[in-house]
T-cell receptor, first 110, second 120 residues
Framework: QSVLTQPPSASGAPGQRVTISCSGS????????VCWYQQLPGTAPKLLIY???ERPSGVPDRFSGSKSGTSASLAISGLRSEDEADYYC???????????FGGGTKLTVL | QVQLQESGPGLVKPSETLSLTCAVS?????????WGWIRQPPGKGLEWIGS?????????NPSLKSRVTVSVDTSKNQFSLKLSSVTAADTAVYYC???FGSGTGWFDPWGQGTLVTVSS
């Protein structure tokens, strides 16, 4: 069981907006910033969001992140078929003195 | 542009030591920054293994700490992972990545990953 909780699946039609949640606690998301990763089938994870809501260069502005209290969210607008992937949140956890990941959310584009 | 490439045996016997190396190109490790290892069992999620600063200071996942050693070789511009007393539960794709330091879950970029199977 992962320290950060994500829904196992999410879906949306092309062009729609979907949101993926990541729930933690005061020792992780409540204190530290959150990152989000996209993992396309058969490939390594790729950084999508860092410091809660910042995008690395090259990541489309269709992807956005937010954080409130002990939860974070990744929003994908204008959904495309190529967005079909697994998405993971990550943060530092003070109690565990460890990087912790969410269990991952499989996004299906209908 | 930093690039990372994992290498090592794809098959390790139970109770033996898993050894992997991550070659870094496009950046000199001795210039600074942190480097990390993450693994992903087949069909499962990501697990942080440990990280190392270019100076050699390390930080390990408490659940693996007794079996993990991460080291850095600045002369070869690479860092390494050793995981001892492996079992089938250690079968996973192992990734190396540049890590932005304690207090974050920020890894970028990642290597392509290498599958290590633990089996006799």
């Amino acid at each position: 069981q992962s320290v950060l909780t994500q829904p196992p699946s999410a879906s949306g039609a092309p062009g729609q907006r979907v949101t993926i949640s990541c729930s933690g606690s005061g020792s992780n998301i409540g204190t530290y910033s959150v990152c989000w990763y996209q993992q396309l089938p058969g490939t390594a994870p790729k950084l999508l969001i860092y410091r809660n809501n910042e995008r690395p260069s090259g990541v489309p502005d269709r992807f956005s992140g937010s954080k409130s209290g002990t939860s974070a969210s990744l929003a994908i607008s204008g959904l495309r078929s190529e967005d079909e992937a697994d998405y993971y949140c990550a943060a530092w956890d003070d109690s565990l003195s460890s990087v912790v990941f969410g269990g991952g959310t499989k996004l299906t584009v209908l | 542009q930093v690039q990372l490439q994992e290498s090592g045996p794809g098959l390790v016997k139970p109770s033996e030591t898993l050894s992997l190396t991550c070659a870094v190109s496009g950046y000199s490790i001795s210039s600074g920054y942190y480097w990390g290892w993450i693994r992903q069992p087949p069909g499962k999620g990501l697990e942080w293994i440990g990280s190392i600063y270019y100076s050699g200071s390390t930080h390990y996942n408490p659940s693996l700490k007794s079996r993990v050693t991460v080291s850095v070789d600045t002369s070869k511009n690479q860092f390494s992972l050793k995981l001892s007393s492996v079992t089938a539960a250690d079968t996973a794709v192992y990734y190396c990545a540049e890590y932005f330091g304690s207090g974050t879950g920020w890894f970028d970029p990642w290597g392509q990953g290498t599958l290590v199977t633990v089996s006799s």
